[in-house]
């Protein structure tokens, strides 16, 4: 059997930037929460704000290092699997990558190192300052890879000429239609992640009678967050799917598992998509949702996956529950925000066994939403690169064979998996300890392991010590 070199790419470029997402998704909520701490250590001098912070500021390290290590990756990707999409693209989103590193990462990895080890080593206010421009740094990064993203779900400002796209107006591309909707999505998805992460491990030492005092703070502070994100998220994914329903119909369409355009369409709760016989298994639905949530009206009119040729449909059934992987968590997240509410009256919320285990399992919740929403995105968009411009197979390396992809795909997911056994390895040791190592006089020690992660721009072992 022949390998075939595109899917063999979609595969590899899809293993790495989903397991890259969930890094940044996660610094980006984090780095916001470390600069709170620091301003209330600031503000108040009370030392519990310090070692909450000095804790999550190590997290944050550890988290940081293994998405610089992921993600170096993916540009390599772009000249050795889609070489011409790369030469057709390069005026826009040559420039916009170069952008991202030199005034996003230059900016986190500088002051992280400040904020790592600069703690009595330079006045508080510039050690503040320097909490405040990491968590900056992640915003800035995530403007400028979300602009180039959206550009290829939404291109504007542009103009292709013989292959090659021709910025004609900076302010539109960057700018495009769907960016600003998908900006404050992911924003979003990012202080959710840290949320839910900061209150599953609270939850977690809270069991345990571990640092009570400052645990029940980072819950308290965490779930207020939740309470006032989670259902923003909803209403912003709202907004998100009507601008996707107006530029890209048929992944849209994808996402409700519509065939054909009619009005006054069910929400299908559950179905199987078969692409092969255009029609779905095993419906169930809720009479006229969909057009309701899509359209606003009863009676809408939904868009169906018939109304392009088959060639140009994305793989539905991955979209079509990736989407409801995603909104059914988002859902749950809402609850427990509201549980958390309830639970506050006799100070419930931190003394409930069963709130603080379900909180615990819900740590890794928010992964799953973005990773889930992720495919929702980018598979919902095939068969195109650049949206109704550029096709994956002619953004294709010409020269790749599936063999020579078939081993860069191997090679990825043993290289990846040693560098996240290396970090959860770290993280668990950090969890383990806890804050109360933030009592002793010296950093953690990892038995003096060297460098685990030697190629992430931040060194954690500082003589054998995080």
């Known amino acids: 059997m022949e390998l075939d070199p595109l899917l063999l790419s979609r595969i590899q470029f899809a293993f ?13 909520g984090l780095a916001s929460f470390i600069a709170l701490l620091e301003g209330l250590f600031y503000k108040t001098r009370n030392p519990l704000w310090e070692r909450l912070a000095k804790f999550w500021t190590q997290v944050f390290a550890v988290v940081f290092g293994m998405g610089v290590v992921s993600g170096i990756v993916m540009s390599f990707q772009f000249g050795t ?28 990895a500088a002051f992280l190192g400040v904020l790592l080890f600069g703690r009595n080593k330079v006045p508080k206010g510039v050690h503040l300052f320097a909490a405040i421009m990491v968590a900056v740094g992640t915003f800035i990064s995530s403007f400028w890879i979300l602009a ?26 960057l700018f495009n239609a769907s960016f600003i909707w998908r900006f404050i999505h992911m924003a979003l998805a990012s202080f959710l992640t840290g949320g839910f992460v900061v209150a599953g491990v609270s939850a977690w030492y809270l069991l345990r009678k571990r640092e009570v005092e400052a645990n029940k703070k980072a819950l308290s502070m965490t779930l207020w967050l939740l309470l006032l ?32 355009r009619s009005e006054g369409v069910p929400l299908l709760l559950f179905a199987i998509p078969d692409s092969k016989n255009e029609t779905n298994h095993f419906e169930i639905g809720i009479p006229k949702l969909a057009s309701l949530i899509l359209t606003h009206e009863w009676e809408g009119e939904v868009p169906g996956l018939l109304d392009v040729p088959a060639e140009e449909r994305p793989p539905v059934g991955i979209v079509f529950w990736a989407f409801r992987i995603m909104v059914g968590i988002g859902f749950i997240m809402i609850g427990f925000a509201l549980a958390g509410l309830w639970l506050r009256r006799g100070g419930r919320y931190w003394q409930s066994p069963r709130f603080l285990k379900g909180l615990t399992l819900m740590s890794v919740s928010p992964f799953i939403a973005v990773l889930a929403g992720w495919f929702v995105t980018e598979v919902g968009r095939a068969p195109w690169l650049v949206y109704g411009l550029m096709t994956q197979a002619e953004g294709l390396t010409p020269s790749l064979t599936g063999g020579m992809a078939l081993f860069t795909l191997i090679g990825y997911i043993a290289v990846y998996a040693a560098v996240f056994s290396a970090g959860i390895y770290y993280l668990l040791r950090l969890f383990q300890a806890g804050i109360e190592a933030q009592d002793e006089d010296h950093e953690l020690d990892f038995d003096h392991a060297k460098r685990p992660m030697s190629a992430a721009h931040v060194s954690l072992d500082n003589g054998g010590k995080l």
């Open 148 to 173: 180039a993203n959206s550009w290829m779900q939404t291109p504007a400002g542009v103009d292709l000429r013989d292959g090659i796209f021709h910025v004609t107006s900076w302010g539109q591309a």
């Open 16 to 28: 790495v930037v989903s397991f890259h997402a969930i890094f940044p998704v996660f610094t980006i």
């Open 81 to 108: 699997n889609w070489s011409n999409f790369s030469y057709a693209t390069a005026n826009f989103l040559g420039p916009v990558l170069s952008y991202e590193v030199v005034t996003a990462f230059f900016l986190e």
């Open 229 to 260: 994100i989670a259902p923003s998220q909803a209403l912003v994914g709202d907004f998100h799917g009507l601008n996707t329903l107006e530029h890209q119909p048929t992944k849209v369409a994808a996402m409700e598992g519509n065939w054909e």
